[in-house]
């Protein structure tokens, strides 16, 4: 996941909104140019793709491919098929100082680039229905009690929420942090005063909680669009605003965003648990905070890939990572 989320600056090339790269090993993924378009929209020409992959093309067996290969002539094949052909750059010495420059910049910020992957194999969004919570709204929760054993403070957290029921709408700013995500946090980490049952009531109402204001601002009722149209006119018009100011200098630090099943078609549960693909990851907006971005595989499966940056003091993708999995783990027993 690192390698495609940052390349080492000379393996990528990203010159259109959909990019993807095929490995010599058959691994394949894809970065896409986030201000034309959203996840859900790279997320529906991936699941397209790994459909075909598994349920249209018909692959001879592992044996044949290979004896295939053995004795595969690529003057003959050229005959058929046109074989792609390695772009030649006429490079001048003032474009040469630029790209050396250009490649080491890169190097350095993708060095700085910190990723941690969590595989959760225990359980999946099946289980999560069971106890009768929200499988986003029980993740987000898990990430905020992480987030508080890592960072002892809650903090401004953004997930995005769909607004495409309105024509040439994209996203709103769902808010994670509330009284009752804080009240549910509180009452995991205040040593066992608080009952089992009454923990898992609190995380339901939590939950309860995070869902109403996603379809809240699935309609229109969210505040963050808004602020920044009219920081914009502010803006525009030289008018000074102290209050949106301040809104528009305020920090994410945590962006976590759920890679949604766009097209019903995924088959990853029974006998296609092998099938399933990882997911999507992106970097942290905020120098000092996380970027969490997360997917469900089927039943049964929960790809979390979380980054933060080496250079700042107060992160760690890995200890995030450990933190999220014990949180995981925490959430479930309240349900046993």
Known sequence: MKSILT??????????????????????????????????????????????????????????????????????????????????????????????????????????????????????????????????????????????????????????????FFANSRTETLRTVTDDSCEFVRAMEDGGKTERAHRGSLLRKACEMHSTRNRDCMVGKGVDRHLFVLFCMSQATGTSSPFLNHYIQQEWLISASHVPNVTNTMKEDGEFVDRSWLGACFGAVAKTGYGVCYRFAGNHLICVHTTSYHSAQNTDSDQFRAHLEKAFQDLSVLFE
């Open 7 to 164: 390349g080492d600056g000379s393996n990528l090339w990203v010159d259109k909104s959909l990019n993807y790269t095929i490995a010599k090993n058959g691994r394949s993924a894809g970065t896409t140019e986030h201000s034309i378009a959203d996840g859900s929209e790279f997320d529906h020409s991936m699941e397209d793709y790994v459909f075909m992959e598994n349920f249209i093309v018909d692959y001879p067996p592992l044996d044949v491919q290979l004896a295939r290969g053995k004795s595969f002539n690529a003057e003959e094949v050229g005959k058929r098929v046109k074989f792609a052909k390695r772009i030649e750059i006429e490079v001048t010495h003032e474009m040469s100082s630029d790209i050396e420059r250009c490649f080491s910049s890169h190097q350095s910020l993708a060095a700085d680039v910190h990723m941690a992957s969590l595989i959760f194999r225990h359980w999946g969004k099946g289980r999560i229905k069971e106890c009768g919570c929200s499988p986003d709204a029980f993740v987000q929760m898990a990430i905020q009690l992480a987030n508080f054993r890592d960072q002892g403070c809650f903090v401004l957290t953004y997930e995005p929420a769909s607004t495409h």
